[in-house]
């Protein structure tokens, strides 16, 4: 049974990266040696789309109120780089990390598989249709 995902974030300044998630996100984390710190994610989905050329990967945060969570974040000096705008599944921003790269940030709109606190609507699981069990035919008498 698969009971978690790791995922990993390369940089060429891993500290400060660190240091961002810890004291401005304030993520929790374990020290795992020599100052390798894993962080505990939020309740986190995987979603797989189609790709034309080749694959690849992204990470987004999520937030149940998008301008709230950017308000909190410029205060403590986070810069964003796109203003929040509305996508046909969400609000979406974009935010930079100390090493210059840039996370995405939704509000989702859309069903969500985990609960957010009233962000989007939980997805419930779907049922299988039974497979047809083979039965004794029925007879039509007249």
């Known amino acids: 049974m698969i009971a978690g995902a790791h995922t990993i974030l390369y940089s060429k300044q891993a500290e400060a990266v660190r240091a961002f ?3 401005v996100l304030g993520f929790s984390s374990v020290d ?15 979603a797989i789309h ?3 050329d080749r694959a690849w990967q992204q ?11 950017v308000q909190r ?3 403590k000096g986070v810069e964003f780089t796109k203003p929040v705008s509305q996508q046909r599944w969400g609000l979406l921003t974009e935010f930079r990390l100390p090493d210059g790269e840039t996370i995405g ?4 709109r859309h069903p ?6 009233g962000a989007g609507k939980k997805a419930t699981k779907k ?9 004794k035919p029925k007879i039509r008498r007249s």
């Open 127 to 135: 049922k299988r249709a039974a497979p047809a069990k083979p039965g």
């Open 21 to 23: 998630f810890q004291d």
């Open 73 to 75: 974040l410029e205060a």
């Open 112 to 117: 969500t598989a985990i609960r957010m606190g």
């Open 50 to 52: 189609p790709a034309e």
């Open 32 to 46: 795992a040696g020599h100052g390798w710190l894993i962080f505990a994610m939020p309740p986190a989905e995987l």
């Open 105 to 108: 940030l939704y509000e989702p």
């Open 59 to 69: 990470l987004y945060l999520m937030c149940t109120d998008i301008r709230a969570e």
